[in-house]
């Protein structure tokens, strides 16, 4: 039987209705279910307490729970390929930071594309290194110690979280915007790094602020600057480095993404919720005492984020030849 032309236009359009309007049903009742947040690193750490400030907000407001689910290793890769290759379907969620930028120029071969792969949500928070030296470095501001790094150069041992890591690289762009010279010496993680430096096997530590401020409260470190584009509220009375090495910025971050084509309405849920617990006065409060501040926005600010990150680094990555462990 031949369908008359407007009853097959009728049904055409309605063909082309349905998956819009499964998807917006399908965002109505989210979650159905236990949702999972993969957290790239052993717990502990400030990606780890992140996911545990947020995680408690979003079972709240969406009535059902959402799963911490650590997954360390390879440079954050082995969680972040697990949530790349996961059902885009909003119940599996990966927590990133930096790593993810750096990782794109890092590792020549990596079994996914992050940019490709993972769809952000929102920018969580942002935090500053600080710069902070052994007592017996003689610096006292961070003009001093570029003076004493240039003269005469090469003496300075540098310590980071490990090779390739955020705080390696916001000292390698240090390196070349403030013409000085200092030996990298890894460690794993910021731990090892800080127990080092308190035991001036190496100089200077570009130091995430939760990892070193309790020693700087108590004068057993130096803090120089802070990296980021604003004062800390933890260190108020620490300058920022581009005062004095214009256009410098270093910050540590984290943000909330999924597998890539999760639905658009549940990414814009889950956008909306995140700001909402951003904006609360308690949870501010919880960031700044790690030395964070809460960021926010949509997903397209994030997106725009994510690029010019992974732009950033990837040219310090090239500029200093860093090869992954």
Known sequence: MKLPRR??????????????????????TYPARPVHLIVPYAPGGTTDITA??????????LSQPFIIESRPGAATNIGTELAAHSSPDGYTLLLFDPSAAI?????DKLNFNFVRDIAPIVLIM??????????????KALPEFIAYA???????????????????????LFKVMAGVEMTHIPYHGGGPAVTNLLGGQVD??????????????????RALAVTGITRSQELPNVPVASDFVPGYEASFWIGLGAPKKTPEEIVT????EV?????????????AQQGGIVAGGSPSDFEKFISDETQKWGKVIKTANIKPE
């Open 7 to 28: 009853a097959f236009l009728h049904l055409a359009a309605g063909a082309t209705v349905l998956p819009a309007v499964s998807r917006i049903a399908q965002a109505q």
């Open 269 to 272: 849920r889950l956008n909306k």
């Open 52 to 61: 545990r400030l947020v995680a408690p907000w979003l079972s709240k407001r």
């Open 103 to 107: 990782n794109a120029t890092l590792f």
């Open 150 to 172: 240039k003269a005469p150069p090469g003496k300075i041992n540098m310590a980071s979280g490990g090779t390739g890591g955020a705080s390696q690289l916001a000292g390698e």
């Open 126 to 139: 942002r935090t500053p290194f600080v710069i902070v030296v052994n007592l017996s470095v003689p610096a």
């Open 275 to 287: 700001n909402a617990a951003l904006a609360t006065p308690d949870l501010q409060a919880q960031f």
């Open 204 to 221: 200077v530590f570009f130091a995430p602020v939760s990892t070193a401020i309790q020693y700087i409260k108590v004068d057993k470190l």
